[in-house]
């Protein structure tokens, strides 16, 4: 946990009052229309376009000197981008950090959710390279939003047809889409398909923001999000067959870690927090089993 | 084990110091200045100002300084600092015609009202290395005394635009003012198709390469739209700004402008006669490569307005403007450096699956 002072010149969290109001606006239509891409004036951050500087304004935007920021980048607390955001609200609002996911009252991530189930109350900000779910099938902007008002969604659905056509089964691994309420298609952000299943109906607040692309969206508390799939061929997530190295997990997402050049590989979860809360638990309860 | 992603903070630390050394270099050389940069590097300066949309020489020195050089750095240094500024309003339109030149060419006419002012430019140094310029020695015949042009005051003739001397005689398209409040592409998200004025401040602040490419691109066929260089003139023009208390115009500074006319066929269609048409470019600083791109780059995004068949790239609006800008370029580009190994692992995992099913398949014919 570290504490911090804003440093002089600029505002609490960097940007301006008009701009967090301007970024709430958006956020509070987002809300209001689950999975719908809200356009916003997205400012230039110091830190480059793609590397989370959408999630970092919707950040900016809600926090308070109360609140208590974790963040993560590829489910881990100490990835160099998590802690170079982590210090860059650290040092603009001098809000108190935390790895802890069960402490964190805003938690901005990329690429994963926490294993540990949020709560109501807290809020999960995600950063978004590619907001538009259907950019990969059409490529303009001005097409794309014409489908989500006319729920065109056939285009989608054939291209997830075609790949069970093809190879036996849907190939998306990551960045699943997701129906929102029954009615908008949406991108997970590049989250593996694995996490899917987490955003349905969760406690807690999410938040998408995307700065190079100016979009910010949401899934409120207690939303129904279902990832897209047939009758025939229902959604699955992908499990890996081995136990995590380190805490002995079977339920969670495993990073496969090359050891050597001659194929020794060892599996280890993608959550620190929640890998070393398993790790403590188990020296305080030796294994029974 | 498994120590990898360890210790990103004090790797950051290092990377940082390590950073600091790097752009310092040699310290038994003098360290640059930022005057010597802002008097010396002022191509460099200018380029930064125009695509760091920000007007201010002193700060984009520092940016060039801070970013070692590293030009599309220091443009993503001056934005990030420019995004933090209040935004007061916006300024009367700036009146090239009154425009205080030290450079201004025509290619169109021989000769034009106001004549023609060569300025200083490369175009016709033979490119040969200066080995003379390899000691900082004074150089005879460069005198110390303050650069004519912009300074020359008032005794300037009159240099009306050469589109508008076609104008008159209805050669070419009117240019009506809208009167309309212009768009601000650092406030609001494009919506496509965009106005002209919104279009016309993504291009100016787009990137040079890009463009230069792209007007690169029209004149080797792909929206070929037969320019003409009809006017490009450099210098400064005054900015007048009317503040809402007040409700009168107040010159607040003047900003060194390149703009760059081109005129271009058009054959006509249904019941309009031929006539010209514009392309409009206009940078902050002297910068006439891409003026003169971004005026190319302009025609050809008129191609539906003008009816015109679209069909290459440079006419593609959402495609020219959605990728004109190094700041999101650069950013999104280099973000692949960021780990990526969830997705990366989801991707083996299903790899590994397909291959798996295949093998089977294999077998099984």
């Known amino acids: 946990m570290t504490t911090a002072?804003?440093?002089?010149?600029?505002?609490?969290?960097?940007?301006?009052?008009?701009?967090?109001?301007?970024?709430?606006?958006?956020?509070?239509?987002?809300?209001?229309?689950?999975?719908?891409?809200?356009?916003?004036?997205?400012?230039?951050?110091?830190?480059?376009?793609?590397?989370?500087?959408?999630?970092?304004?919707?950040?900016?935007?809600?926090?308070?000197?109360?609140?208590?920021?974790?963040?993560?980048?590829?489910?881990?607390?100490?990835?160099?981008?998590?802690?170079?955001?982590?210090?860059?609200?650290?040092?603009?609002?001098?809000?108190?950090?935390?790895?802890?996911?069960?402490?964190?009252?805003?938690?901005?991530?990329?690429?994963?959710?926490?294993?540990?189930?949020?709560?109501?109350?807290?809020?999960?900000?995600y950063q978004v390279p590619m907001p538009e779910p259907l950019r990969f099938i059409e490529p303009r902007e001005s097409?794309?939003?014409?489908?989500?008002?006319?729920?065109?969604?056939?285009?989608?659905?054939?291209?997830?047809?075609?790949?069970?056509?093809?190879?036996?089964?849907?190939?998306?691994?990551?960045?699943?889409?997701?129906?929102?309420?029954?009615?908008?298609?949406?991108?997970?952000?590049?989250?593996?398909?694995?996490?899917?299943?987490?955003?349905?109906?969760?406690?807690?607040?999410?938040?998408?923001?995307?700065?190079?692309?100016?979009?910010?969206?949401?899934v409120p508390p207690y939303t129904p999000v279902r990832s897209l799939d047939f009758d025939d061929h229902p959604f699955a997530i992908e499990r890996s067959d081995q136990p995590c190295a380190l805490c002995g997990s079977t339920d969670t997402y495993l990073d496969e870690v090359v050891v050597d050049d001659q194929g020794g590989r060892v599996f280890v979860c993608s959550d620190s927090d929640h890998c070393g809360e398993r790790q403590e638990a188990g020296r305080a309860a030796p294994a029974r089993a | 084990m498994y120590v990898a992603v360890k210790g990103g903070e004090r790797a950051i630390d290092a990377s940082l110091e390590m950073l600091a050394r790097e752009r310092r270099g040699d310290t038994s050389v003098p360290e640059l200045s930022i005057e010597?940069?802002?008097?010396?590097?002022?191509?460099?300066?200018?380029?930064?100002?125009?695509?760091?949309?920000?007007?201010?020489?002193?700060?984009?020195?520092?940016?060039?300084?801070?970013?070692?050089?590293?030009?599309?750095?220091?443009?993503?240094?001056?934005?990030a600092y420019r995004t933090t500024?209040?935004?007061?309003?916006?300024?009367?339109?700036?009146?090239?015609?009154?425009?205080?030149?030290?450079?201004?060419?025509?290619?169109?006419?021989?000769?034009?009202?106001?004549?023609?002012?060569?300025?200083?430019?490369?175009?016709?140094?033979?490119?040969?290395?200066?080995?003379?310029?390899?000691?900082?020695?004074?150089?005879?015949?460069?005198?110390?005394?303050?650069?004519?042009?912009?300074?020359?005051?008032?005794?300037?003739?009159?240099?009306?635009?050469?589109?508008?001397?076609?104008?008159?005689?209805?050669?070419?398209?009117?240019?009506?003012s809208h009167g309309a409040e212009p768009g601000d592409i650092t406030r609001d998200p494009p919506s496509f198709p965009v106005d002209r004025s919104t279009r016309l401040q993504a291009l100016s602040r787009g990137d040079e390469g890009f463009l230069l490419a792209l007007g690169y691109s029209t004149q080797r066929g792909y929206g070929n739209n037969h320019p003409f260089a009809g006017e490009i003139r450099f210098g400064e023009?005054?900015?007048?700004?009317?503040?809402?208390?007040?409700?009168?115009?107040?010159?607040?500074?003047?900003?060194?402008?390149?703009?760059?006319?081109?005129?271009?066929?058009f054959r006509g269609r249904g019941d309009e006669p031929p006539r010209f048409t514009r392309g409009y470019g206009l940078v902050f600083g002297h910068g006439e490569r891409k003026a003169m791109a971004m005026a190319l780059v302009d025609r050809a995004l008129r191609a539906r307005e003008l009816g015109e068949e679209p069909g290459s790239p440079a006419q593609d609006e959402e495609f020219v403007l959605s990728h004109a800008d190094n700041v999101d370029a650069s950013g999104f580009v280099q973000h692949l450096k960021l780990p990526h190994y969830v997705d990366f692992q989801a991707e083996l995992l299903a790899v590994r699956d397909l291959r798996e099913k295949a093998k089977v398949r294999g077998a099984g014919e």
């Open chain 2, 85 to 176: 500024l209040p935004r007061f309003g916006f300024s009367e339109p700036v009146d090239t015609a009154a425009m205080q030149v030290s450079r201004r060419i025509s290619a169109a006419f021989k000769d034009v009202p106001g004549g023609q002012l060569l300025g200083p430019t490369f175009d016709y140094t033979h490119r040969l290395l200066d080995f003379g310029l390899m000691t900082a020695a004074p150089r005879p015949g460069v005198s110390s005394a303050p650069m004519p042009g912009a300074a020359a005051g008032p005794e300037q003739p009159p240099m009306p635009h050469v589109s508008d001397i076609l104008g008159h005689d209805g050669l070419i398209e009117a240019e009506p």
């Open chain 1, 143 to 218: 097409e794309t939003r014409k489908m989500h008002a006319l729920v065109e969604y056939g285009a989608m659905h054939v291209r997830l047809y075609e790949d069970i056509a093809a190879h036996g089964r849907i190939t998306t691994a990551y960045g699943y889409p997701v129906l929102v309420n029954g009615r908008y298609v949406m991108s997970p952000s590049p989250i593996p398909k694995f996490d899917n299943p987490k955003m349905d109906m969760m406690p807690a607040l999410q938040l998408f923001g995307a700065g190079r692309e100016k979009r910010i969206y949401a």
């Open chain 2, 237 to 265: 023009v005054a900015i007048a700004f009317v503040p809402p208390e007040l409700g009168f115009e107040v010159e607040i500074g003047d900003v060194e402008l390149t703009e760059c006319q081109m005129i271009n066929q």
């Open chain 1, 5 to 125: 002072t804003a440093p002089a010149g600029y505002n609490f969290a960097y940007l301006d009052e008009g701009t967090k109001r301007m970024i709430r606006r958006a956020i509070l239509k987002a809300i209001a229309i689950p999975g719908y891409q809200v356009p916003f004036g997205s400012r230039e951050m110091p830190l480059a376009y793609g590397w989370g500087t959408g999630g970092m304004q919707v950040t900016a935007a809600v926090i308070g000197a109360s609140d208590r920021l974790k963040v993560i980048d590829q489910g881990a607390d100490d990835t160099t981008n998590a802690v170079s955001i982590r210090r860059f609200f650290a040092r603009t609002a001098g809000v108190a950090t935390t790895e802890r996911t069960a402490e964190a009252t805003i938690i901005q991530t990329r690429h994963r959710i926490p294993e540990r189930p949020l709560r109501e109350g807290q809020v999960l900000v």
């Open chain 2, 36 to 79: 010597q940069i802002e008097q010396q590097m002022s191509l460099a300066v200018d380029r930064v100002m125009a695509e760091g949309s920000l007007r201010d020489r002193k700060l984009a020195a520092l940016a060039i300084k801070q970013a070692r050089g590293d030009l599309v750095e220091a443009i993503f240094l001056l934005r």
